[in-house]
Every structure is written in structure tokens, then in C-alpha cells.
């Protein structure tokens, strides 16, 4: 009887390992997606912070060159060199990076920055402020 017993209480201790196993695996699956969340949420705040980065830097030069406000607008942009060295720093920082920028003609010095980007999983993001330059005509 005592041989019948201890393969019984053999069979409790494969299921109990068993059962360990599985919940040590759902607890190391959960693991690998906390992470790869984590990341994702890094990934595109780093995106943001960039964005915000960006436009502010946009924001000091056109300080620095208010006369030349107009240059600026989306459309003359390429041709202005400071703003198109801006652009290629934003292209290279940014995936999929693009900006507009629009001046407000009813209020001077009232320009509007937006910054669109796409994150390589597809989703697209856009970061939009509007600054006053004032002095600027």
C-alpha cells in the first residue's frame, strides 16, 4: 500500500511543477510586453520632445531674422537658408518628419508652426503652436 501511495503523491508533484511552469511563462509573457509597450510610449515621446525642440528652434531664428518673416512660410522656405537648414534638421530628426509654417496677414508677426511626423508602426502625429514675433511687420 505504501508503494501505491508514493506513485500517487508523484503524480501531485508533476502537476504542481506543471502548473508553476505556467504561470512562471504567463508571468515572463507579460514581462516581454510591458517592455515592448515601454518602448513604443519611449519612442514617441522622444518624437514629441523633438517636435517641441524643433519648433522652438524655428521660433529663435525667426527671431533673430524677423525682417525676414515672409521667408519662412512653407511655400518660400527651400529658398531661405536658414529655414531650409532648419527643414533638412528636421527631416533628418524626425521619421517622415514635415513642418508648415504660416504667417497670419491680419496680425503681424503672428506665425503658426506645424511639425507632422510618422512613426515607423504607421501612426502619424502632428505638433501644431503659434508664436508672435514681435517687431516684425
Not at 519648433?55 to 524677423?66: F, N, P, Q, T
Request: with cysteine.
Amino acid at each position: 500500500m505504501t508503494r501505491a501511495r508514493h506513485r500517487h503523491i508523484g503524480g501531485f508533484l508533476l502537476i504542481e511543477s506543471l502548473i508553476a511552469i505556467l504561470i512562471f511563462s504567463v508571468g515572463i509573457l507579460g514581462l516581454v510586453g510591458l517592455q515592448a509597450r515601454m518602448t513604443k510610449a519611449q519612442t514617441e515621446a522622444k518624437a514629441r520632445a523633438d517636435a517641441v525642440n524643433l519648433a522652438s528652434e524655428l521660433r529663435g531664428v525667426m527671431w533673430v531674422d524677423m525682417a525676414n518673416l515672409a521667408q519662412y512660410e512653407t511655400s518660400a522656405c527651400a529658398a531661405h537658408s536658414p529655414c531650409a537648414n532648419w527643414l533638412a534638421k528636421l527631416q533628418a530628426t524626425l521619421p517622415s518628419g514635415a513642418a508648415t509654417v504660416t504667417r497670419d496677414t491680419t496680425r503681424p508677426g503672428w506665425v503658426s508652426i506645424a511639425i507632422t511626423w510618422r512613426l515607423p508602426n504607421g501612426q502619424s502625429h502632428t505638433y501644431q503652436t503659434v508664436t508672435v514675433i514681435r517687431g516684425a511687420a
